[in-house]
């Protein structure tokens, strides 16, 4: 298992990034943080961009910097994708490629390698074209694409989608997916969208004014209802599903809460899942509301029983937090203070959460 060790106090005129951790690097690992909370700068300390750091980078067994002494960023073998795919115009989708890997002569990619990952992201048909023809994504996919042709210890990714629209946002993230499957190669992926991050994401590394907040598993991280001053509007849980099947009058999919008979119905306008994969759907509280009852004459599919674990009054806000347990799993509700003392809500208490099947995101 990889891992990256980080202790960096980087002093910048008016900001500090400082933070202690240590990273297991399996799959992909998000940086999320408001923005200026220094997501950038700690990839640029991790890629031997700055100098002016105290502490140390050390990657594995491999020490990569300690204070000003340093491994030079093309000894680190750091695979980076920024916002913009930043292509030669005058050079074909293939010199891109392999204008970078001709310079590095230690790498050594076989032609069954090369093929592999150009099927993995779908550019071999490209391979002719110039970047003034390629759309944003395929643009962004040529990028990753070349980042990986080096065979990078570390793929580091800054906002790669960031400047694409939703449609090719969501063209993209299924081959991230299918690239930590395929080539095990650690990720570390800065983004501000928690969508996106729901998406992809094994792990997440919270970063608030420029201190670490969290470091863990996805779901355990955003079912921490302390985080909340982080997330703001976008606080919601993930649930694991498993699909059981589509109907195809009303467009809408139909899934089991993992380890529970309780179903969880979304919306999503087409059939692309399989049957008995399991999905993880990211759930906001803004978008779940409590009964102390069964309803039975709403209009919201999903009502599933619930225990109350925990209430937290949002700050500056006269709302509350309520998180929820459901067959294992969590889910926060956000009421007005008003409804949590007009229903009694307390911990421990048995209730309904409703979820309205459009609000939810897969
Ligand atoms: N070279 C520099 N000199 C001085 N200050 C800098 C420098 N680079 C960045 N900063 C400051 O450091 C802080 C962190 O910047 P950084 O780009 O790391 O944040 P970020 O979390 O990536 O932001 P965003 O999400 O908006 O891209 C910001 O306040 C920024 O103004």
């Known amino acids: 298992m990889n891992y990256l060790d980080l202790a960096i106090d980087l002093k910048l005129a008016n900001f500090n990034l400082n933070l202690t951790v240590k990273l297991s690097l399996s799959g992909i690992t998000a940086i999320y943080g408001h923005s200026g909370c220094g997501?950038?700068?700690?990839?640029?300390?991790?890629?031997?961009?700055?100098?002016?750091?105290?502490?140390?980078?050390?990657?594995?067994?491999?020490?990569?910097?300690?204070?000003?002494?340093?491994?030079?960023?093309?000894?680190?073998?750091?695979?980076?994708?920024?916002?913009?795919?930043?292509?030669?115009?005058?050079?074909?989708?293939?010199?891109?490629?392999?204008?970078?890997?001709?310079?590095?002569?230690?790498?050594?990619?076989?032609?069954?390698?090369?093929?592999?990952?150009?099927?993995?992201?779908?550019?071999?048909d490209l391979l002719a074209s110039y970047p003034s023809q390629l759309s944003g994504g395929q643009a962004q996919r040529v990028a990753i694409v070349r980042a990986l042709l080096t065979k990078p210890n570390i793929l580091l990714m800054d906002e790669p989608l960031?400047?694409?629209?939703?449609?090719?946002?969501?063209?993209?993230?299924?081959?991230?997916?299918?690239?930590?499957?395929?080539?095990?190669?650690?990720?570390?992926?800065?983004?501000?969208?928690?969508?996106?991050?729901?998406?992809?994401?094994?792990?997440?590394?919270?970063?608030?004014?420029?201190?670490?907040?969290?470091?863990?598993?996805?779901?355990?991280?955003?079912?921490?209802?302390?985080?909340?001053?982080?997330?703001?509007?976008?606080?919601?849980?993930?649930?694991?599903?498993?699909?059981?099947?589509?109907?195809?009058?009303?467009?809408?999919?139909?899934?089991?809460?993992?380890?529970?008979?309780?179903?969880?119905?979304?919306?999503?306008?087409?059939?692309?899942?399989?049957?008995?994969?399991?999905?993880?759907?990211?759930?906001?509280?803004?978008?779940?509301?409590?009964s102390l009852n069964q309803p039975s004459d709403t209009s919201i599919l999903n009502v599933l029983p619930a225990r109350i674990v925990q209430l937290e009054r949002q700050l500056q806000q006269s709302n509350c937090l309520i998180k929820l347990e459901i067959a294992g799993q969590f889910l926060f509700a956000q009421l007005t203070l008003k409804s949590v003392e007009r229903l009694e809500l307390k911990p421990e208490m048995k209730v309904w959460a409703q979820i309205k099947s459009t609000a939810i995101l897969i």
Not at 67 to 92: C, D, M, W
Not at 97 to 114: A, C
Not at 221 to 226: G, K, P, S, Y
Not at 248 to 259: C, D, K, N, R, V
């Open 162 to 290: 960031a400047a694409l629209d939703k449609a090719r946002k969501n063209e993209i993230l299924p081959y991230l997916v299918k690239l930590k499957t395929e080539t095990k190669i650690p990720i570390l992926y800065v983004s501000h969208s928690l969508d996106e991050i729901s998406q992809i994401a094994d792990d997440i590394l919270l970063i608030d004014k420029g201190k670490l907040v969290d470091y863990g598993q996805l779901e355990c991280v955003l079912a921490n209802a302390e985080h909340q001053a982080v997330f703001a509007d976008e606080v919601g849980c993930i649930l694991t599903s498993e699909i059981v099947g589509y109907d195809e009058e009303y467009q809408i999919l139909e899934t089991s809460i993992a380890q529970s008979d309780f179903k969880l119905w979304l919306s999503t306008g087409s059939n692309a899942k399989q049957k008995q994969e399991q999905i993880k759907v990211r759930v906001k509280a803004k978008d779940v509301s409590i």
């Open 39 to 124: 997501k950038t700068s700690l990839l640029r300390c991790i890629a031997g961009l700055e100098d002016k750091f105290n502490g140390h980078v050390q990657f594995n067994s491999k020490m990569w910097q300690v204070g000003k002494t340093k491994l030079a960023t093309h000894k680190r073998n750091i695979g980076y994708v920024f916002q913009e795919p930043s292509l030669f115009p005058h050079l074909t989708v293939k010199q891109n490629l392999f204008y970078g890997l001709n310079r590095k002569q230690t790498v050594n990619v076989s032609e069954l390698e090369v093929q592999s990952i150009l099927s993995t992201f779908d550019i071999a």
